[in-house]
């Protein structure tokens, strides 16, 4: 069930890359709905208009102006950064939670845990790395299938 024998650009990616499109339960109808972010990932010292829709019931909410700055943002908590939102793909292992803000987290997820070579090439000491800050448990050898077979599992509901 291994994605790949090894892998080279996980110590590189930042958390901050998957927040665009980030899936999470509606607080309306439970139903998935949609953190629409623009252009997030590059980081701007203010972000304009952030929404959150529901297709299903129709919620729609939007922040105009997001502060860069403070305490209003979460970012590597099972809630979306904006409106502090459950993440639509969530499921617990052993005691833990497993979560993605969206497919392309659930793919580096997978690609992360499902190889067998983890290369930093050079980015030995980037400790602000996805890859670098998975916890132990996710990471182990000995839980690797059934990480992944979570991760697929995530990956059905969308």
């Keep these: 069930m291994y ?7 996980t ?6 890359e998957f927040i665009k499109d980030i899936l999470v339960i509606c607080p309306n ?9 623009g252009n997030f990932q ?10 959150v829709v529901c297709i299903q019931c129709t919620y729609f ?9 403070g305490k209003q943002l979460i970012f590597g908590a099972p809630v979306d950064p904006f409106f502090h939102l459950p993440v639509w793909f969530q499921t617990t292992f052993e005691g833990e939670l497993l979560w993605a803000y969206n497919a ?17 090439n050079g980015f ?16 182990s050898k000995k839980n690797r299938d059934e990480i992944l077979k979570a991760i697929h599992h995530l990956k059905s509901r969308a």
Excluded at 42 to 51: G, H, L
Aim: positive net charge; contains cysteine.
């Design 3 to 9: 994605r790949s024998a090894r892998t080279k650009h």
């Design 11 to 16: 110590y590189r990616t930042q958390l901050y």
């Design 29 to 37: 109808c439970s139903d998935r709905a949609i953190v629409k972010t």
């Design 42 to 51: 590059e980081m701007k010292f203010e972000i304009q208009e952030v929404r």
């Design 61 to 69: 909410k939007t922040l105009d102006r997001v502060p860069m700055k």
């Design 104 to 120: 392309d987290h659930l793919d580096f997820l997978a690609d992360h845990v499902g190889a067998k070579l983890r290369e930093r």
């Design 124 to 139: 030995k000491f980037n400790v602000k790395s996805i890859g670098a800050r998975l916890p132990r448990w996710m990471t």
